[in-house]
């Protein structure tokens, strides 16, 4: 009895450390990423997740200092590739294609919140555009370009690519 007592406060004991030793690690987001608090889905597979459209606030500060960009634009045919600064609110004629890129805005310092998008400060340090682009036959492309992560949700085209090389001020 005593050796049957002994086993099962051992099982305890293994079974309690163990738990211990698999405590899991919080990792810690990039600066301006929404909260996960509310969770993610469990399952590993491919699920929908809801869009949450988020307001653009651009601050006063931010259009006083900024009037366009400068977007890199490279033929995927020819490799030729050119920069072009379009202002904010405008449209550029992709030359060689029936698309147009509209800017709709720039942030020089992009941070997203639960429910707005913005700008931390007025200096370059995280750049976004949003852009449209239009291509007759297409679905319009609506989306953010980042210069320092050109990899993030990135235009994809078969003729072009296209990034965001950065703010031009007044």
Not at 13 to 21: D, E, M, R
Not at 56 to 80: C, F, H, M, R, Y
Request: hydrophobic letters at 35%; proline letters at 6%.
């Amino acid at each position: 009895m005593k050796m049957l007592l002994t086993g099962i406060l051992l099982g305890g004991l293994v079974l309690s450390t163990q738990g211990c030793k698999q405590k899991q690690e919080k990792t810690s987001l990039p600066s301006g990423h929404p909260s996960v608090e509310s969770g993610l889905p469990s399952s590993g597979g491919n699920v929908d997740m809801p869009r949450i459209d988020r307001t653009v606030i651009v601050p006063a500060e931010v259009k006083a200092k900024w009037k366009s960009v400068k977007l890199g634009i490279k033929d995927k045919t020819s490799g030729n590739a050119k920069e072009y600064t379009v202002a904010v609110g405008s449209d550029l004629a992709v030359p060689g294609t029936t698309m147009t890129v509209k800017v709709l805005a720039f942030l020089p310092d992009f941070r997203m919140g639960e429910k707005d998008i913005t700008s931390a400060s007025d200096k370059q340090n995280n750049p976004a555009a949003q852009i449209i682009v239009q291509e007759p036959g297409r679905e319009d492309w609506k989306g953010w370009l980042y210069a320092m992560h050109q990899d993030v949700h990135p235009f994809e085209h078969d003729k072009i690519n296209l990034k965001l090389v950065g703010g031009v001020t007044k």
